[in-house]
């Protein structure tokens, strides 16, 4: 015979279950959107650098002699911007890393409160047994010795 607490527990279990794995997949969808985009945005950027100082330094060749001084500060202002580019982009990707640790906090949590909610629920249906039990018990104890209530075995 199937034990109905052990079906309810299996039940709420799946249910739970299910529901976190799909909020876990759900706040997967836009964190890996939002990497997937700061890495595109920081490749076009540095590209768009590279292609830049490379227009600079041919123009300069031409002119040669004293572009010489400018070609240094430009040089310079470029290694200036790509370290501007990377501290960006490291601190943009902290920045979801720490949204994604967040996200699977969050999760935890959920996946906590069900497990909790399971427990409280087996708990419930494991008191709520036992009264019926007991209630069963006191019914039966009650027949026995009542005359004109006919015992449950000899009907």
């Known amino acids: 015979m199937a034990n109905p607490r052990k079906n309810v527990a299996d039940v709420l279990t799946t249910m739970v279950s ?45 002119v040669n002699g004293a572009v010489n001084w400018m070609e240094g500060m430009n040089q310079s202002s470029f290694k200036v911007v790509r370290e501007l580019l990377q501290r960006i982009d490291k601190l943009s990707q902290e920045a ?40 069963a018990t006191s019914l039966t104890g009650t027949r026995e010795r009542s005359p004109t209530v006919p015992h449950a075995a000899s009907a």
């Open 96 to 135: 979801v890393e720490g949204l994604e640790a967040v996200t699977d906090a969050f999760s935890d949590i959920i996946k906590g409160s069900g497990e909790a909610a399971r427990d409280m629920v087996l708990r419930i249906v494991e008191a709520v047994s036992e009264i019926v039990s007991r209630t």
């Open 18 to 62: 299910s529901g976190t794995n799909l909020t876990d997949k759900m706040m997967g969808v836009p964190l890996s959107v939002a990497r997937m985009t700061r890495e595109e945005l920081f490749r076009v950027a540095y590209a768009g650098v590279e292609w830049m100082e490379g227009i600079n330094q041919s123009c300069f060749k031409v």
